[in-house]
């Protein structure tokens, strides 16, 4: 007797899930902490459904890789791991999948933690998840370091020339050291109150287009892991923090 439509679909369903719980038990038995761990298997759009059990079941972090491939459509892991970033309210530890195997934290090595800010309040919302990061793995293995980048006005014309006869060439130079010194006052600032709560902390103050120098940074600078606000402003033209977060998370 052929399946009507409604019971192919949960039969469907049904060997889905079955298959998907396979899976998890599997992967849990590798787990050298596997006692500690469980596996749940949810259905629904993979986003949402991931959304609604991290908020009902009060998860403290998730864990998600930014790229790979699942389901029967075959969807890109990298959008549901975007909409995930953009609408959870809880902290995720996002990796990409090419990223090295080796665990951002080794026991009895520094751990060096990059926290680029704006300025903003909204983008200091992080520091509160850096001092428990630091608490968690002792403040003696962790090294933060407070990054602003210098982003240059974006309409020059707007200010040049200056009052005081300087060259082009002079006036960048002074508005160079004018910005630096700025993001400079502010970190210090910032630095001052983590070094009250006996936080390891150093200062980075680069030149450029905020997603550009914080890649750059992390290409010449050993960097074990990064903490930014996916909210946030920066910049004269007032652009969403956002933006920087997800061109650092693409090429990171």
């Not at 369903?13 to 038995?29: F, M, N, P, Q």
């Not at 959870?88 to 080794?106: C, G």
Request: one cysteine or more; glycine letters at 8%.
């Amino acid at each position: 007797m052929p399946l009507v439509k409604d019971e192919f679909k949960s039969h469907i369903e049904s060997v889905a899930k079955s298959a998907a719980e396979d899976y998890v038990k599997r992967l849990i038995g590798r787990l050298k902490y596997r006692e500690r761990a469980y596996g749940k298997v949810v259905t629904g759009k993979a986003a949402d459904s991931i959304l609604d059990y991290a908020t009902e079941n009060k998860m403290d972090i998730m864990v998600m890789s930014s790229h790979g491939l699942s389901g029967i459509g075959r969807w890109v892991r990298g959008s549901v791991a975007d909409k995930v970033l953009h609408e959870s309210k809880i902290p995720i530890l996002r990796i990409r999948s090419s990223a090295p195997r080796s665990p951002f934290y080794i026991e009895g090595q520094k751990m060096t933690v990059l926290v680029p800010l704006d300025g903003s309040e909204l983008a200091e919302t992080v520091l509160d998840h850096v001092r428990g990061l630091t608490k968690q793995f002792g403040t003696q293995s962790v090294d933060i370091v407070l990054l602003r980048v210098c982003e240059m006005f974006s309409h020059p014309h707007h200010h040049y020339p200056p009052t005081m006869p300087l060259t082009w060439e002079e006036y960048l130079k002074y508005e160079t050291k004018r910005c630096k010194q700025i993001c400079l006052t502010y970190l210090s600032g910032v630095r001052k109150r983590l070094k009250k709560e006996g936080l390891n902390v150093r200062l980075g103050v680069p030149v450029g287009n905020p997603a550009e120098a914080i890649v750059e940074y992390v290409d010449k600078n050993p960097v074990s892991l990064i903490v930014l606000s996916t909210h946030g402003h920066t910049g004269v033209g007032q652009w969403a923090f956002a933006n920087v977060a997800n061109k650092v998370m693409r090429r990171t």
